[in-house]
């Protein structure tokens, strides 16, 4: 059994639920594969994958970590710049270590991921995942609106204007911010 997920924010897709693994607490900068939580960096992968539901598919084991680390940096950077060429060189390395089969099921056609080595199954799906977010809506890609969150979500609200990764928390400590600014104004 895996510890309890200590992150803000989950249930995000995948590409950006891995960006989310660091947070900000209190100005404190958590990092779940760095220790956050008293969590080993190992530990933290395997409630990363179990968040995400790639836990019965993949290890959590020292080279998947290295290679999820590097996705990572990569789709924060793809993110962060998405004209940032080098950024994108970055992501397709990634994707290089794995593919899509097409196959016949009983259903009819369908997919299957393929690895020539099984550590980078979760790096290459989160890269993966990126890709799809951007075939759907590359500007519903979005960092939370508040100055001191790190977080990333995709807005699916009906006419996308979402700006906080939650009303529960950023979006209410913005909106508590406002009201005591417009109280102490009058």
Known sequence: MTAADPRPLTGEPVALDLLNTRWVVDGE???LFA???G???VEGLAVWLESTGLAGRFRADAATLVHLLTAREALARAVADPADESART??????EYGRIRATLTAEGPGERAEFADPAWGPAWTAARDY???LGVAPDRIRTCASETCVLHFFDVS???TRRWCSMAACGN???ASRHYARTRER
């Open 39 to 41: 969590l080993t960096r």
């Open 29 to 31: 900068p958590l990092d």
């Open 158 to 160: 009906r006419n996308g």
């Open 173 to 175: 400590r913005a909106k």
């Open 90 to 95: 970055l992501v397709d390395a990634v994707l």
């Open 131 to 133: 890709l799809d977010l």
């Open 35 to 37: 220790g956050a939580a």
